[in-house]
């Protein structure tokens, strides 16, 4: 999206001026882990910080300065080797006793929910009981904001077709009678494949982070899935010319399905030599957000990278209300950090509202 290279530009000019200057400018970098640039703030700013990798710059007045304890060791624990998830993986069905409503009467509570007590209170314990948990989570998040994701259709065919370093992914989907056909372009790396396909990311509207070499790259046009435009591009695309203009998924529950539908078909279809346990997903700004809820619902993503997905997205609601009622956050656009109910531009997106 044109916002999010609006904004790489900024920050990689940000960082650029403040590795050559003696002080970092107002929401430049002062510090964090790795960081060999300036420490010092422009006359009127505070270094403060934001994450131990990230300390910024940030007007004096309403901010605390850092204290004298910059965090200089870098995590020295190494990730475990990557093995291929497991055909003993936890079941991602919940057992049958597990009791998902999608909303819970009643509830109340004005601080940061425990994701790791049952919607009767009861301590999540084991693996098991985590599975059912997830599926008490997603289905509330279903229930209360997102809408309705439904599972595989009925009918769902498809095809990768290939020419040179560019295929072609289509799938035609069907559901009582209707049906919806989608196609996304994947760029894989050229060379020889490795012997379990190429990893891939699926990005949203193509994304906008750098993607290492020997990775394939699907674009996938989530808005042909479900419109962003405004309140009157609800319910349009093709996810809802398959379910109804009336279906209750929000946008990013809608491009859910349509990451799932290209998984299946890639599982389906190894002739396209795409390493299926190794699926990353990426999207920035709204489609961050969207990116994220691809990596909550569809377990089959190995990865997820939501860039910039900002409030609403990665970061925690309650929270950035807080911070802005604190006066603590960066000075975005102020509809960053509106409540959801507020958050009009993009409700259709965001929720079922
Ligand atoms: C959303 O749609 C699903 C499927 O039609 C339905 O089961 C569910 O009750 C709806 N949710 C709301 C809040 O209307």
């Known amino acids: 999206m044109k916002f999010c290279t609006a904004v790489q530009f900024a920050l990689w000019f940000i960082s650029l001026r403040g590795a050559s200057a003696q002080s970092s400018p107002e929401w430049g970098q002062c510090g964090g882990i790795g960081w060999t640039g300036p420490q010092a703030c422009a006359t009127g700013m505070i270094c403060t910080v934001i994450n131990p990798y990230f300390f910024q710059c940030l007007p004096g007045a ?74 008490q989570i997603s289905a509330l998040i279903q229930g209360y904001e997102a809408g309705y994701l439904p599972p595989k259709p009925q009918t769902l065919t498809g095809s990768v077709t290939r020419s040179g370093s560019t295929g072609t992914l289509s799938f035609t989907a069907s559901n009582g009678g209707t049906s919806v056909s989608f196609s996304s372009t994947i760029t894989y790396p050229s060379g020889t494949a490795p012997t379990a396909g190429w990893p891939l990311i699926i990005a949203y509207e193509g994304g906008s982070i750098p993607i290492p070499a020997g990775i394939a790259v699907l674009n996938y046009a989530n ?72 990596g909550a619902f569809e377990e089959r993503i190995a990865l ?29 656009p102020p509809r960053s950090f509106r409540k959801m109910s507020g958050l009009v531009p993009n409700s259709q997106i965001m929720s079922t509202i």
């Open 304 to 332: 997820t990278i939501p860039q910039e997905s900002g409030s609403g997205g990665d970061a925690g609601w309650r929270l950035s209300l807080f911070e802005q009622n604190s006066g603590l956050l960066f000075k975005l």
């Open 62 to 135: 309403s901010t605390s300065p850092i204290t004298s304890t910059p965090i200089s060791t870098p995590p020295t624990s190494i990730p475990p080797s990557s093995t291929a998830p497991s055909s003993s993986a936890p079941s991602s069905t919940p057992s049958a006793g597990c009791s998902t409503p999608s909303t819970i009467s009643g509830y109340s509570n004005a601080a940061l929910p425990n994701p790791f007590l049952f919607n009767d209170g009861s301590a999540v314990k084991t693996q098991a009981d985590w599975t059912c948990r997830r599926a």
């Open 223 to 294: 808005s042909n899935m479900a419109q962003q435009n405004d309140a009157s591009s609800r319910g349009v695309g093709t996810f809802y010319n398959l379910y109804g203009k009336s279906a209750n998924a929000s946008a990013m529950t809608a491009w859910v399905w349509g990451v799932s539908r290209i998984i299946d078909i890639l599982e389906e279809t190894p002739s396209a030599q795409i390493n299926t346990q190794r699926i990353g997903v990426t999207g920035c700004s709204r489609d961050g957000k969207g990116a994220l809820m691809a």
